[in-house]
C-alpha cells in the first residue's frame, strides 16, 4: 500500500468472524473527532443485502456515501441479473470503486461479510480498493491489534453461531479496554443462510460479565 493511504488513521474497532453456516460482524459504538467523543451511538454495521453485511471504519461521511453507493448497485444487480449478488461481487463493486478514486480517496475501512451459493464469507476493503478474502476471522481500525490477540487465541474451525457471538464480543471488548476511540457499546451482527439478524443489546450485557472475566 502506498504511503498516502498508510497514513489514514481509523478510530474504531470492527471484527469479522466466520463459523460453521454463516459470518459474525461485529463493531462498538464509539465516533470520534480527534479527541472528542462525537457520538456514542453511532451505527457501524449496515445491510446491503437480505443476506449481505458490511461494517465501516474511517470518516462517517465517506463510509455512509459507500454504503449508500453499494446498496444500489446491490438493487441493479438483482434487477438486471435476476439472481442474489454475491459477497465476492459486492466486495469486488466496492473495490473497483475506491480503486476508481485513489488520488481523491474515501478514507475507509470495510469489511463485506455474508453467506452467499458458495456459503460464508467475509472479504477486507482498503482505502486503496485493495480486496482480501479472510477465511477464518479479521479485524480493522485502531483497536485492532489488541482484538487480533484474542482472535489469534481463541478461534477455532468448528465454531458454532454463539461461540463466534463471544469470541466477537470479547475481541471488542479488549479492544475496549485499550483503544480509546472504541467504547460505548456493540452492534453485532449474525448472517446465515435463513436471516440477517441484529444482536439486542440486552442479549449481549448478559454475555459480558463471562467475556470480560476470562481474557
Do not use: W
Not at 38 to 58: C, E, L
Not at 86 to 94: E, K, N, Q, R, Y
Not at 138 to 165: C, I, K, P, W
Amino acid at each position: 500500500m502506498s504511503q498516502e493511504y498508510q497514513d489514514v488513521k481509523t478510530g474504531t474497532t470492527t471484527v469479522g468472524i466466520v463459523f460453521q453456516g454463516g459470518v459474525v460482524l461485529a463493531t462498538e459504538r464509539r465516533a470520534t473527532m480527534g479527541t472528542l467523543i462525537a457520538s456514542k451511538k453511532a451505527k457501524k454495521v449496515h445491510s446491503i443485502t437480505d443476506r449481505i453485511g458490511m461494517t465501516i471504519a474511517g470518516g462517517v461521511g465517506d463510509a455512509q456515501q459507500l454504503v449508500r453507493i453499494i446498496n444500489v448497485e446491490c438493487n441493479l444487480y438483482q434487477i438486471r441479473r435476476g439472481k442474489e449478488i454475491s459477497v465476492g461481487a459486492a466486495a469486488t463493486i466496492l473495490s473497483n470503486y475506491l480503486n476508481q478514486n485513489r488520488f481523491s480517496p474515501y478514507y475507509v475501512q470495510l469489511l463485506v461479510g455474508g453467506v452467499d451459493m458458495n456459503g460464508p464469507s467475509i472479504y477486507s476493503v482498503d482505502a486503496a480498493g485493495g480486496a482480501t478474502l479472510e477465511e477464518d476471522f479479521v479485524s480493522t481500525g485502531s483497536g485492532s491489534l489488541t482484538a487480533y490477540g484474542v482472535l489469534e487465541d481463541r478461534f477455532r474451525q468448528d465454531m458454532n453461531e454463539a461461540e463466534a457471538v463471544d469470541l466477537a464480543v470479547r475481541a471488542l471488548r479488549a479492544a475496549m479496554r485499550r483503544d480509546s476511540a472504541s467504547g460505548e457499546g456493540y452492534n453485532v451482527v449474525v448472517i446465515t443462510r435463513d436471516k440477517f439478524a441484529y444482536i439486542p443489546e440486552a442479549k449481549i450485557a448478559e454475555m459480558l460479565p463471562a467475556s470480560s472475566a476470562s481474557l
